[in-house]
């Protein structure tokens, strides 16, 4: 779902087809940002006409393995064909655009470690964006 003037607009997650508009937003929905498209030209029913191709595709992809791992974003960035941004509350994600699997899989039990270890910390940025299946540790950038 994203924003199209003062309605929200949501499409399927496999191919970016525009499925409906609608002023409420639905529970268990992330909210997409970074899409670049003429509003103009969208059509119910048929592929959203977004500049940039691959950024369906990589929202697939994060889209399958947060379902797999029962995450839901409050939203997902597409910032461009490098990186992929997932907010949960005030903790920004940065996944980056491969390895989506290992990485979205960390993030559930990193989430709730750092509420024990961050109790009245507001947010910060969880670096997965480099994290590989044998990497050692991960990167949290806590609020200031």
């Known amino acids: ?5 003062d309605t929200n607009l949501y499409f399927d997650r496999k191919g970016g087809t525009a499925l409906f508009e609608s002023k409420k937003t639905f529970t268990g929905v992330p909210y997409v940002e970074g899409l670049s498209f003429d509003a103009s030209k969208v059509e119910i029913g048929k ?13 697939a992809e994060a889209s399958k393995y947060l379902v797999k791992y029962s995450l839901t974003p409050d939203k997902l960035v597409y910032a461009n064909e490098q990186s992929v941004v997932l907010y949960f509350g005030s903790v920004e994600v940065l996944i980056g655009n ?6 979205i899989a960390q993030i559930k039990p990193i989430l709730e470690k750092l509420k024990e270890q961050y109790p009245d910390q507001a947010g910060g ?5 480099n994290y590989e299946a044998d990497s050692a540790s991960i990167n949290f950038t806590p609020q200031s």
């Not at 779902?1 to 003037?5: E, G, R």
């Not at 500049?51 to 595709?57: G, L, M, N, P, Q």
């Open 47 to 59: 592929k959203i006409p977004v500049e940039d191709d691959s950024a369906f595709t990589l929202i």
């Open 1 to 5: 779902m994203f924003l199209s003037s």
């Open 125 to 129: 940025v969880l670096h997965l964006e």
């Open 98 to 103: 491969k390895e989506y699997e290992i990485r």
